[in-house]
Each structure stands twice: as structure tokens, then as C-alpha cells.
């Protein structure tokens, strides 16, 4: 039914996302993408996994559909399901089906949240068939030319128990991520934000104090993102102490240690 | 005492030696005369002291006091008296000390208050005179005379950190008190036993007030007085600080930050802040006043001091973390040099610079330690050291350092304006490392030596820079370097080698009559329990085989069913086919649907960890009524089943035993780890089982805690076997060691860890009631313990 019809235009990417570049992840992801290969991103959180494909999007100006996997994700979540209307059943595509008909890029971010039976249904889309079989229906999607699978995936809290299973790791491409150079990063958050190099600097070196705790205590250390926040705070005005304590200390870590000694930090870096 | 003018010629003129004199034809015309104003002129100061020495003439003949060794030093406290006292303190001191010499205790009661007295009646007032005199007269009046000598000895000191007049009333009450409550009586009538520890605790008291509030000090000496009041060795060892307790209460109730609760904090800074990382040993600082030990890193670690008190507005955990800025920094830029080159003035310079380099580098990497340094850096007076008396090397080096540190220094000297131009110069062009900084010491040493840099005397006042280490790590010397290495070498255990049994924990216990805990009162041993031949359990398995067949089928049953289906969900994962078509039913038939048509799945697993606690006292060897085994042997069949059950279920466990032989020997006995398979090595050490000693249950309940919180498991278990109540033979009261498993069970429930009873003693009613509340099983028939043991888990855990 409505696949067809779908708005391509929604789904495109008009302004150029900001993206700095960290190796030759760009050309890299263009080569994969010319020969359609899914990609696998890995990484940890906030480092610009998200922002990356969206710039690749915009760069090659295809539609970009995201899903944000959890643990109650299923299969039907994905590729579609059956409502019940006055008249019936209606059948409703699912976002991968979508991506599949229209040709997009389907990004399904943190990949291991979705439960295993749930990451099987990307398998035919992934090798040489590029089909996706909706059973309940009865169909059979060949998917569009331009149709790609990238999904994300955080090696960091990796347990037993979350962990691509290797039949699906080895049907992608992968480009690893990680928090940029200190020096990189100090752009990245002058750039995105407009604050002046110096206390871009700072807030930078708290970062690094922070994710030199990991494993110690913290799961995850402080990602570019709460930078970005922390350095839009203080932009807006906020003392820089208690932005850095609001935006990087406060959201990760309860542990009563661990906060003392980053508002410690903070207080050394910002004398 | 402080000497003054009066030379020791005059002092021991032949007026004041009492044994050389008539007493009775002192108060002459003369001495009433003198009082008067001297006449002014050239010989006023000379004639003054006539005065005085017929003054003393008056005040010697109130005192009456026969000692020859109070005439010799008569004349000078006198002269401090004058000074120090107002007239009427003048006159109560005499009399005071008069007292003194006629109270039969020898000379040195009056002999020490007449030094003493004048100084510390400037701190704490005259009027303070009454309470300490009432004080004395206590002590005089009951068995304690020996103790009146050492409390006037302490004095100055307890002056000196209790200044004010309330604080010093406190302390001689609490004082008071102790003497009281620790002086023997017989027949609850006379007291006739001196208090043990009354003197003990004056020569420790300097000590103490060191580290203690008041408020600290009555608590330890409380506990002193509780636990040690029919021990009088034990009470001297207390009040001594010779015994460990009397450290760890002291610890306790030490002010400041100590080390030990920060470990983890500082840890953290190292690694966030600094990609540095090692050990952090304290060393104490407690008992060394004088020579105060500095922090420093070595191959083992970083020593710092075990606690730091707030210090110029920054807080003790800020203190510790400039101490180690300071040493990450000698870590990262600090490089050896060879020491045999320089002089020791040259070397402290060249320390000194560098530890200005290594602050200077570490405070352009945090802007914020400025703050720390500047506050706890001293800034020695520019005049402070009179350079004609005494050397001034270390005075020069520390204004040089303040200078560098502190850009707003008010120093005139031009030598450390230069040198501090110099040193900022040299930094701005490049980090220099330790060799330059060693020659621009160098030359400093140069520019501004001294003659009297050889004295003796050196200038310390506000020279010592507490955060900054000893630099050892500075120096390499060429003609030590090879001992250095075999004296570690020696430090290295044999290859090979191994320890035996692990060194002890301690733990606390619960004293139930003051409702506190006697902080490391227990040391428990840990280690593997020896082993026996593992095929002995396998046959007493072969021996239950009906029994483990119907253990079998229960087991089987409440074996964990990976996926349970929830239905009639708003939102699931799947459509429930039956409801859905129902609800579509109801929908065509125009009434109103249920919306919950979906279903989804949850895995229940078990998730449950245990510990089997076994009780291996001396009582399990009696034979079990109506069997031919023994408590121990029924034990062990029964434990053999557990283990073979918990096994199949596939739950984590581990069994341990434990007896005791008093407080300083309890035995935790490792039978099974929860990493450790259900295999021949465990089957070995449980047939190996043996019973002995006494049961202090609490200790062992606590350590078997320690292992089993660490556990991540959703549930966790902790099942006793024991055959009686907690006792031990150095606790008298038996209530004590119920009142502290009790506790023991208490801390368990609050770290989830349910901690259940299986005993086999049919009188526990009594008891075991009050430790566990309702978490235990008596088992009357110990003959079916085999049986009944392994159904009690499997229910227990369904």
C-alpha cells in the first residue's frame, strides 16, 4: 500500500550538519556507499556517530530514516504490522521497509539494545539478495538501488549479554569512532558553539580528566556532546563552574567520589 | 622554666640555702625596708636587685620547704614568678607551693610547680589555681599520691593546647572522673588500689590532645575505662597507646581527614587529573612531634601522612591533593642527577628550585592549584632570621620559593627578586630540566652565601613546606647505587615460595551494654582448608542415591523456565491471536473492544547466590542422639547433598567453616570459592572436615560477607549450620556473643543478604530467636539432617 507514496522529501537533510572530520572516515564511508555496503559505526556515546551519518546523508543527498533501538524493540517494529480500522486490518510499513522502498539510508542506532531474534530481520537486507520478506503479509521488498543499513553500536558497556551476534557483525563494514584529539575537539566545540578557543580548551581538559576515570567508577567518560552543552551554557551566561558541574559532572555519575573529584578538577582548571 | 638576669652566683647565695641558715632570724629590719622605692640614679638596677633578693628572703621563709634542691632553683622561679604573677598570685603560689612541700610526696611536686606554675598561669589565668589544687587534692586524698607528680608534669602541655579556663575545668573533670571510675575498691567499702592507668595516660596526654578534641579524648578515654577497668596491665597498655585497640579508638576519634575514607577520592584525582596511578600508603603522624616524617614515592608507592587536618582555609582532602600534584609533578618533569657533585647547601637549593619548577609546570597544566599552593606555602617574615645568629640557608630558600610562587611577594632582598626574575625568565623560554635548575641553584648558593650558614642553629620557622615530598627520588649517587639494589632485592620473596594462610582481617564487634561497636576487636585468619581423599564424599553421595532421585525430581522443577508469556498487554511484541479476534468480535458487534490484544515474553531466570557458613566447634564431635555418627559426620553428608543440589540447580556458592579460640584467633576455613567448581579438589577439603575450639559466630558471619556482597546475583543466601549458641572462651558474658551475631545478622540484611539458621541444638529456642528473628530451622532429628538440609535450600530459594 502506501510505501510507494511516501514523501521522499521528508526524510532529506537540507542544512549542512557541522562535522569535522577525524581520519578519512568521509572518503572511507563514499566507498562503501558507491558499492552499497552496510556499515557498521562503532564507538562510544556522544563521540559523533550520529552527526556523522547525517552529514553523509546530506553529503549524498539521500534520505536519512533513523531508529533508535531499545530492548522492546521486535521485528514488527522494524518492518511493519497489521492495525485493526472500521473496516478491518490496515497494513503499516515499518521504518526499515520504508528506507527499502524509497531507497534511504536506514540508520538504526545502538543496534545491541534491540533484542537478538529482532536483528535477524536485517540479515536479506544486508548480503547480496537485498530483499526484505514481510511474511505476514506475503511480500517480498526488492530493495531500492539506493538503499543502504548503517547501524551504531557502543562497544563500551559491552556485557554478556549485549553483543552483536557474529552473524551479524560480519555482514558490515566498520569504522571506529572515538572522542576526538584534544586539540580536534577544542575546534569542534568552538565551532559548533561559537565560544572562544581558550574556554573550549578548558572544558575539553575536564573531559579528558573524566574519561581517564573510566572503568574506575564511571561506565562512560564525558562525551562530546555534554561539551557542546556545557560550552552552549556558558554561552548563554551560565557562571562556567556550574555549567561544568551541570552539564558534564552532574548527569553521569551519582557516585559521591567520582563528582568530587571532577568539581575538584573543575575548580583546577577553571582558577 | 625561662632564666633570666639573675646569675647562678646570686641564686645560690647564702641567704636561701636553708641548711646553711637559722630560719627564724629571716625577717629582719632590713628586708621590710627594702620594699620601698628604690632611689633613682646610676646604681638603681643594682640596688633593685636587693630588693628582689630580699624579697625571695620574705617568700623563702612563707614557703618553709626543707628540700635543698628547691633552695637552688628558689631564687629563679621567684624572678619568673614576679614577672608572670600579680601580687596576689604571688602570695598563692607560695602558699600553694608550700602545700606542696609539706603533702609528704617528696621533692618534685613543689619542685615542678614552682617552675611550671608562673607560665602556665599566664595561659590559663591565675584563678585557675583553686580547680587544679582541688584537683591535686583528690589524687592526694585517695590511693593515686604517685599520680600527682606526672599530672603537674603534663600540665604545661595541657595548658598549652587547652588555653581556655573552661576547656582546662572539662579536662580535669574528665580527669577526675577516670580516677574515680579506675581506682580498685575492695569490699565496694575503701579504695585502696591506685588507678593503672591514671599515670599512663599523663605521660601520653601531649600526645593525645595532638590528635583529639576534648570531646574525642573523654571517648577514648571511656572505652579505655569500660573494657579494661579488671585488667590493670591491660589499662596501663591502654592508656600507654600501647595496645592496638587503644590506636584504633584513638583513629577514630582523631579530628582531621584521614587517608584511609579518601583512598578511592584521591585515587580518582591521580588518574582523572594526572593519567597517574599507585599506591597510596600512610604512614602515621602521630607519635614523631619532633621530627615530623615527610611525604615521599619510592618503587612500593606514594606515602603520605594516614591524616591532614584543614590547614589555612583549604580542607584536608585539598592538602592531600597538593601533596600529590607536587609528587605527579616530580614524576612527569623531575629527571635524576647525580648528587656526589654538589655540596648539601647546593643540593637544597637545587631541590627547592625544582620543586618551584615542577609547582610552576603543574600549576600552568590546573590554574586552580595556585589556590592550594599559595595558601599552604609559608611566607617567612623577610626578618624573621638574624643572619649574625643563626643560619639562614633554609630562611633565604623559602622566601625564594615564596617569591616564585607568589608574584605579590613584599621581599626587598635583592638576591630573591633576582633569582625569582631569573627563574620566571629562564621558565618563559622553555620548561628547563632538573640539571639547569641545579645550576641556577648553584649559583644562588653562590651569591648569597653567608658565614654563618655553618652554625649549628638553622632558622625553621616557617620554613617547611608541608606538601612538598623529601625528594629522594632527585638523586642518584654513584658510590650507594649498587647497595640500594640488593637491600631491595632482599625485600622479595623467595620464588616459590608461598605464604601461608592470608594475614588476618579485624573486625569489629558489638558490645551490647554501651550500644557501639569495639572497633578492630577480632583478627580472622583466612585459609584453604586441608585436604582428605575426595573419593569419601562421592561414596557418601553413592550412599543417598534414593534420596538425591527424589531430590532430583523437586529440583527439577523449580529449575528456571528461560520464557513466561505475560498476556493481555496494551503494548507487547506480539498480537494475541485469541484476544485480538475476541476483541475484532466484540468491535463488528458494536460493542467496545479490549485494546489489550498483545502479549509479550519475560525470562525468568534464578538468580541467587550462597553461602553455606559451617560451625566447626569442638561440640560437633559429640555423637548426634539416637545415631551412631557424629554431629561433624552428618554435617558432611548433609553439606555433600547441598553442594551436589545447589550444583544441579547451577546457583553460585561457597562453603566455608569457622571456629575460634578467642578474639585474636578466629579461623575462617575455605572450602569452596564461588569461582571454584563442585569438583575433587572441594570434595577433598570438605571430607578433610574437623571440628575444634569455639563458636564466635558474629567474625565469622562478617568475613563470609565479605566475599558474598561482592557477588552480583539479584538474591543472596547465607545459610548457617551450627549446633549451639555463639561462645568463646574469653567472653565471659555469654549474651555478648549473641548480641553481636545478632548485629552481625543486622549489617547482613542491610548489605541483601538474607542470612538464615539451620540448628541442630534441640534448646536453640532460647537463642537462636533472638539472633536471626524468624530465619531459622531447628532440626530436632539431626539423623535426617542429610535429608532435610537440601529440601530447606530448595525451599528456601523456589
Redesign the interface.
Known amino acids: 500500500m502506501g510505501g510507494n507514496m511516501t514523501d521522499k522529501d521528508q526524510y532529506k537533510i537540507h542544512q549542512e550538519p557541522f562535522y569535522q572530520a577525524q581520519g578519512n572516515e568521509v572518503t572511507l564511508y563514499e566507498a562503501a556507499y558507491a558499492a552499497r555496503l552496510p556499515v557498521m559505526v562503532k564507538g562510544p556515546t556522544g563521540c559523533g556517530k550520529s552527526r556523522f551519518i547525517e552529514y553523509m546523508a546530506w553529503k549524498l543527498n539521500k534520505p536519512l530514516i533513523t531508529v533508535a533501538c531499545n530492548e522492546d524493540m521486535t521485528a514488527s517494529d522494524l518492518v511493519g504490522r497489521y492495525l485493526l480500522d472500521a473496516n478491518g486490518t490496515r497494513w503499516l510499513d515499518g521504518p526499515l521497509t520504508t528506507a527499502a522502498r524509497i531507497g534511504a539510508i536506514c540508520y538504526l542506532d545502538e543496534i545491541v539494545e534491540a533484542r537478538q531474534d529482532t536483528t535477524v530481520v536485517i540479515h536479506p537486507l544486508t548480503d547480496h539478495r537485498r530483499t526484505l520478506p514481510l511474511d505476514k503479509k506475503g511480500e517480498l521488498i526488492q530493495a531500492h538501488p539506493d538503499f543502504q543499513l548503517v547501524i551504531s553500536y557502543n562497544p563500551g558497556y559491552q556485557s554478556l549479554l549485549k553483543d552483536l551476534k557474529q552473524s551479524t557483525k560480519q555482514r558490515f563494514t566498520a569504522l571506529d569512532f572515538d572522542y576526538p584529539t584534544s586539540k580536534l575537539e577544542t575546534e569542534i566545540l568552538s565551532k559548533e558553539t561559537g565560544m572562544d578557543a581558550d574556554i573550549c580548551a578548558k572544558l575539553v581538559k575536564i573531559g579528558v580528566a573524566a574519561r581517564n576515570l573510566k572503568g574506575h567508577g564511571l561506565d562512560e567518560g564525558v562525551s562530546t556532546r555534554l561539551l557542546v552543552y556545557a560550552a552552549t551554557l556558558i554561552k548563554s551566561g551560565v557562571e562556567p563552574r556550574d555549567a561544568c558541574r551541570m552539564a558534564m559532572v552532574r548527569p553521569i555519575t551519582d557516585d559521591a567520589d567520582i563528582r568530587d573529584t571532577l568539581d575538584h578538577a573543575i575548580d583546577a582548571v577553571f582558577a | 622554666m625561662e632564666i633570666t638576669t639573675i646569675s647562678d652566683g646570686q641564686a645560690r647565695s647564702p641567704h636561701l640555702n636553708p641548711l646553711e641558715e637559722q630560719p627564724a632570724n629571716r625577717l629582719s629590719p632590713q628586708a621590710g625596708k627594702s620594699l620601698v622605692i628604690p632611689r633613682a640614679g646610676e646604681r638603681e638596677s643594682e640596688s633593685l636587685r636587693e630588693i628582689q633578693v630580699n624579697e625571695f628572703e620574705i617568700y623563702w621563709q612563707q614557703l618553709d620547704c626543707g628540700f635543698p634542691r628547691v633552695g637552688e632553683v628558689f631564687a629563679d622561679c621567684m624572678q619568673d614568678a614576679l614577672v608572670k604573677l600579680s601580687g596576689e598570685g604571688v602570695s598563692a603560689y607560695i602558699e600553694y607551693a608550700r602545700f606542696l612541700g609539706k603533702m609528704g610526696r617528696g621533692a618534685e611536686p613543689i619542685l615542678i610547680f614552682l617552675e611550671e606554675w608562673p607560665g602556665i598561669a599566664r595561659k590559663s589565668g591565675e584563678d585557675a589555681l583553686p580547680a587544679i589544687a582541688e584537683c591535686i587534692r583528690r589524687m592526694y586524698k585517695s590511693p593515686n599520691g604517685k599520680a600527682i607528680t606526672p599530672f603537674l608534669q603534663s600540665l604545661p602541655s595541657v595548658v598549652r593546647r587547652l588555653p581556655a579556663r573552661q576547656q582546662l575545668q572539662e579536662y580535669l573533670n574528665l580527669i577526675l572522673d577516670l580516677m574515680e571510675r579506675t581506682t580498685g575498691s575492695i569490699h565496694g567499702i575503701h579504695q585502696t588500689f591506685a588507678s593503672p592507668g591514671l599515670p599512663s595516660l599523663f605521660k601520653q596526654i601531649a600526645v593525645l590532645l595532638g590528635q583529639l578534641s576534648l570531646a574525642g579524648l573523654k571517648n577514648w578515654v571511656d572505652y579505655g575505662v569500660r573494657y579494661y577497668n579488671d585488667h590493670p596491665e591491660r589499662q596501663i597498655d591502654y592508656f600507654s597507646l600501647q595496645s592496638a585497640d587503644s590506636r584504633a579508638v584513638l583513629q577514630r576519634e582523631r579530628h582531621g581527614t584521614l587517608l584511609m575514607d579518601n583512598e ?2 584521591l ?3 591521580l ?3 594526572w ?1 597517574d596511578e599507585d599506591l597510596l600508603i600512610p604512614y602515621s603522624s602521630m607519635f614523631d612531634e619532633l621530627r615530623q616524617p615527610v611525604p615521599y614515592y619510592d618503587n612500593l608507592g606514594i606515602r603520605l601522612p594516614d591524616v591532614y587536618n584543614d590547614m589555612n582555609g583549604v580542607s584536608g ?2 592538602r592531600y ?1 597538593a601533596t600529590l600534584a607536587h609528587m605527579v609533578g616530580h614524576r612527569r618533569w623531575s629527571t635524576k642527577i647525580f648528587a656526589d657533585n654538589f655540596s648539601p647547601f647546593q643540593r637544597m637549593a637545587a631541590e627547592c628550585l625544582e620543586d618551584s619548577r615542577v609547582e610552576y609546570l603543574a600549576m600552568r597544566e ?6 592550594l599552593f599559595l595558601a599552604l606555602h609559608p611566607a617567612p617574615a623577610e626578618d624573621a632570621c638574624d643572619p649574625e645568629r643563626e643560619s639562614g640557608v633554609r630562611h633565604r630558600l623559602t622566601m625564594l620559593s615564596r617569591a616564585i610562587l607568589d608574584p605579590q611577594h613584599t621581599y626587598k632582598n635583592a638576591h630573591v627578586i633576582e633569582f625569582a626574575q631569573r627563574f620566571h625568565a629562564l621558565m618563559q623560554e622553555g620548561d628547563m630540566n632538573t640539571q639547569e635548575i641545579a645550576s641556577l641553584a648553584v649559583s644562588f648558593v653562590a651569591r648569597t652565601r653567608r658565614q654563618s650558614d655553618q652554625l649549628a642553629r638553622t632558622h625553621f620557622k616557617d620554613t617547611v613546606v608541608s606538601y612538598r615530598d623529601d625528594n629522594r627520588q632527585m638523586w642518584h649517587f654513584i658510590e650507594e647505587d649498587d647497595e640500594g639494589e640488593v637491600a631491595d632485592q632482599h625485600r622479595k620473596m623467595e620464588p616459590g615460595k608461598e605464604i601461608e594462610g592470608l594475614p588476618p582481617r579485624h573486625y569489629p564487634e558489638w558490645d551490647y551494654n554501651n550500644q557501639s561497636y569495639r572497633p578492630d576487636w577480632v583478627s580472622v585468619y583466612e585459609n584453604l582448608h586441608p585436604k582428605g581423599n575426595a573419593a569419601d564424599i562421592d561414596r557418601l553421595l553413592v550412599k543417598h542415591a534414593s534420596l538425591a532421585k527424589r531430590l532430583k525430581k523437586m529440583l527439577d522443577l523449580i529449575k528456571p523456565q528461560d520464557k513466561v508469556r505475560i498476556r493481555y498487554q496494551e ?1 507487547g ?3 494475541d491471536l485469541d484476544v ?1 479476534l475476541r ?2 468480535i466484540d ?1 463488528k458487534g458494536g460493542s467496545s473492544p479490549d485494546p489489550r490484544i498483545n502479549m ?1 515474553h519475560k525470562t525468568s531466570g534464578r538468580n541467587i547466590a550462597v553461602t553455606v557458613l559451617l560451625d566447626l566447634s569442638e561440640s560437633l564431635n559429640e555423637k548426634a542422639a539416637g545415631s551412631e555418627q557424629t554431629i561433624l559426620e552428618l554435617s558432611q553428608e548433609a553439606v555433600s547433598l547441598l553442594a551436589w543440589a545447589i550444583e544441579k540447580l547451577g546457583d553460585p556458592f561457597a562453603i566455608a567453616g569457622f571456629h575460634s579460640n578467642t578474639r585474636h584467633d578466629v579461623r575462617y576455613m575455605h572450602i569452596k570459592g564461588f569461582s571454584e567448581k563442585w569438583d575433587d579438589e572441594v570434595k577433598g577439603r570438605l571430607a578433610a572436615m574437623e571440628a575444634s575450639y569455639s563458636t564466635r559466630m558474629g567474625a565469622a558471619m562478617r568475613h563470609a560477607s565479605h566475599y558474598l556482597e561482592k557477588q552480583q546475583a539479584d538474591k543472596k543466601l547465607m545459610l548457617i549450620l551450627t549446633d549451639g549458641e555463639p561462645a568463646d572462651i574469653d567472653s565471659k558474658d555469654g549474651r555478648i556473643l549473641i548480641e553481636d551475631a545478632r548485629r552481625a545478622v543486622a549489617e547482613l540484611d542491610q548489605e541483601g543478604i538474607y542470612a538464615y539458621c539451620i540448628n541442630l541444638d534441640p534448646k536453640a529456642d532460647e537463642y537462636v530467636k533472638d539472633i536471626f528473628g524468624k530465619q531459622y530451622t531447628i532440626i530436632d532429628k539431626v539423623a535426617d539432617l542429610p535429608a532435610k538440609l537440601p529440601q530447606l535450600f530448595i525451599s528456601l530459594t523456589k
Open positions: 578511592r577520592k585515587d580518582m584525582y588518574r582523572g587529573l593519567q582532602i585539598d591533593r590546573y590554574p586552580g592549584l595556585r589556590r503494548e511484541s506480539e498480537l485480538a476483541s475484532l468491535f509479550s
